[in-house]
């Protein structure tokens, strides 16, 4: 079965440019997440959907920063303009919803994330 | 007040030998869920063991169990036969929120670097 898929994996652009993420995630997830990797502050949420809905968004750090989710099976980040404090790892998760009688965790599904630098 | 503490930054252990790491979480919901993902040095994430909240019984996957101390609020992760290739981050996690709600995230500690020496 594919995993999640991201895309690019690796990206290198200069500050002020618009940087766009992309996420496929694994079929029939309801819940997709986006996650930032930074050595300073380490894993941190920026937002997750529920069924393409965004259900928190407390975590995108500025109005730079804006995700979609236009359908079950992909979804978006975007960074515009982006800054050199924006390099990290960006990483996309998806999880499934629980269902009556299954042995639901909750974990998340990651993909192998995208590397991204601003110079 | 952080959620997840992991306050080892770095830890090592001789191969063949077991170690555990160590994670306590900050919650005042009564169901909830424990994680532990491992993330080598080429960065993909790895589920390795969950814990719930209403588990009874401390969770085991092969190699790695997990040591669920609730009053205490701990979570540590025991490795036991170390390999060269366990050095890796370790993270610990929590999901708050109802199970059967549409309201949950999962939350990390900051991680612990775990070497193996041979």
């Known amino acids: ?119 | 007040a952080q959620k997840i503490t992991q306050t080892q930054p770095g830890m090592f252990v001789q191969e063949k030998e077991a170690v555990t790491l160590d994670c306590t979480y900050d919650t005042s919901d009564q169901s909830y869920g424990l994680f532990w993902y491992k993330q080598p040095s080429s960065g993909e994430m790895i589920f390795l063991i969950y814990q719930g909240s209403y588990d009874e019984q401390n969770a085991t996957e092969g190699r790695y169990s997990l040591n669920f101390q609730k009053a205490r609020k701990s979570a540590n992760l025991v490795i036991s036969a170390s390999q060269l290739g366990d050095s890796a981050m370790y993270f610990c996690a929590m999901r708050e929120g109802r199970v059967w709600g549409s309201n949950y995230k999962l939350t990390f500690g900051k991680g612990t670097l775990l070497t193996v020496n041979p």
């Open chain 1, 1 to 119: 079965d594919a995993g999640v898929i991201q895309s690019p994996r690796h990206e290198v652009t200069e500050m002020g440019q618009e940087v766009t993420l992309r996420c496929k995630p694994i079929s029939g997830h309801d819940y997709l997440f986006w996650y930032r990797q930074t050595m300073m502050r380490g894993l941190e949420l920026l937002i997750y959907f529920n069924n393409n809905v965004p259900i928190d968004d407390s975590g995108m750090p500025e109005d730079r920063f804006s995700a979609k989710m236009p359908n079950a099976s992909f979804s978006t980040l975007k960074i515009q303009p982006s800054e050199p404090r924006d390099s990290a790892v960006y990483f996309c998760a998806s999880s499934p919803m629980p269902t009556s009688g299954g042995a639901w965790t909750g974990e998340l599904f990651f993909g192998e994330g995208s590397r991204l630098t601003v110079l």
